[in-house]
């Protein structure tokens, strides 16, 4: 099929206002588009869901439902020409670097907005209560960029509890541990498109085990929302070819402080009892 997103430009530049109306709208929020019911797509655009499906026919769909997905797999996959590589490339040399800074800044806020907006209270509550209530240990894992996530939840995480493990990146030492994991465990997995093979493997190798699974991850979520427990999306959006970490970065600031405050008086001592042994190590912080 040919790629939908070049002929959505098309229709920027068409003769019918209202398809004008929708390709622009759905190219200035196409992260957004991509998980949006064709009511909710219309009612931000201002026009009938009438005129929606008839712009997905026009281009050659069916109906709303395969324009999407046939969408959504090209944003995903950063098969389109609007990935985050090619727009790069096409605007950052004409923007000076107080416009870049303010644009970047600008996206780093809406990828927390919108993580924010779009967060189940229900999952964080469940989130929560996993890792007060584990039986045994609590993991944190995330190979390639994501391990800088997981390393940090470490940090914030190890004062507040008994057991918490982190899982390195090297093959071997990341293996190890999944040999005694079981259903007494928690694991908070993040991973992020393109999903790495590697990932993907641990996931599914951890949850045969019985461990309950906290995704932390981003849209969309059906290829591995049946191995986590609790799903935690974020939004990535960013001005740079790599995704933006600063919605997951606030999901573990946000945990972290609950965990704090639910259980001050033990957060407090365990954080005074890791803070001497720093000390008396001469361990940097």
């Known amino acids: 099929m040919t790629r939908v997103m070049p002929e959505i430009e098309k229709m920027?530049?068409?003769?019918?206002?209202?398809?004008?109306?929708?390709?622009?709208?759905?190219?200035?929020?196409?992260?957004?588009?991509?998980?949006?019911?064709?009511?909710?797509?219309?009612?931000?655009?201002g026009v009938s869901t009438t005129t929606v499906l008839r712009f997905a026919r026009a281009l050659g769909f069916e109906g709303y439902r395969d324009f999407q997905m046939q969408m959504r797999n090209e944003v995903v996959n950063e098969v389109s020409i609007y990935s985050?590589?090619?727009?790069?490339?096409?605007?950052?040399e004409t923007r000076n670097s107080t416009a870049l800074l303010q644009e970047t800044m600008e996206l780093l806020l809406k990828s927390i907005r919108k993580t924010f907006e779009q967060m189940n209270p229900g999952m964080l509550k469940q989130a929560l209560t996993l890792f007060?209530?584990?039986?045994?240990?609590?993991?944190?894992?995330?190979?390639?960029?994501?391990?800088?996530?997981?390393y940090l939840a470490y940090t914030r995480m190890v004062p507040l509890r008994k057991n918490v493990r982190l899982f390195y990146p090297d093959i071997a030492e990341t293996m190890d541990p999944v040999l005694s994991m079981d259903e007494d465990d928690v694991c908070f997995f993040f991973i992020f498109h393109r999903y790495h093979k590697r990932s993907l493997q641990l996931?599914?190798?951890?949850?045969?085990?019985?461990?309950?699974?906290?995704?932390?991850?981003?849209?969309?979520?059906?290829?591995?929302?049946?191995?986590?427990?609790?799903?935690?999306?974020?939004?990535?959006?960013?001005?740079?070819?790599?995704?933006?970490?600063?919605?997951?970065?606030?999901?573990?600031?946000?945990?972290?402080?609950?965990?704090?405050?639910?259980?001050?008086?033990?957060?407090?001592?365990?954080f005074a009892s890791v803070n001497k042994l720093y000390e008396e190590n001469d361990i940097a912080r």
């Open 12 to 45: 920027t530049r068409g003769k019918n206002s209202s398809f004008q109306k929708v390709a622009s709208y759905i190219l200035s929020c196409q992260d957004e588009v991509i998980f949006m019911t064709l009511d909710k797509l219309a009612g931000n655009i």
């Open 84 to 92: 985050a590589y090619s727009r790069l490339n096409e605007k950052g």
């Open 132 to 150: 007060r209530k584990a039986a045994g240990n609590v993991y944190l894992c995330g190979l390639g960029s994501s391990f800088a996530l997981a």
């Open 203 to 270: 996931l599914k190798e951890i949850f045969s085990r019985g461990v309950r699974i906290v995704l932390i991850t981003d849209y969309p979520v059906d290829e591995i929302k049946t191995y986590g427990q609790v799903i935690l999306p974020c939004f990535v959006e960013s001005t740079s070819p790599k995704n933006s970490l600063a919605g997951a970065v606030g999901i573990i600031d946000y945990l972290c402080a609950a965990l704090s405050l639910e259980n001050k008086k033990e957060a407090l001592n365990r």
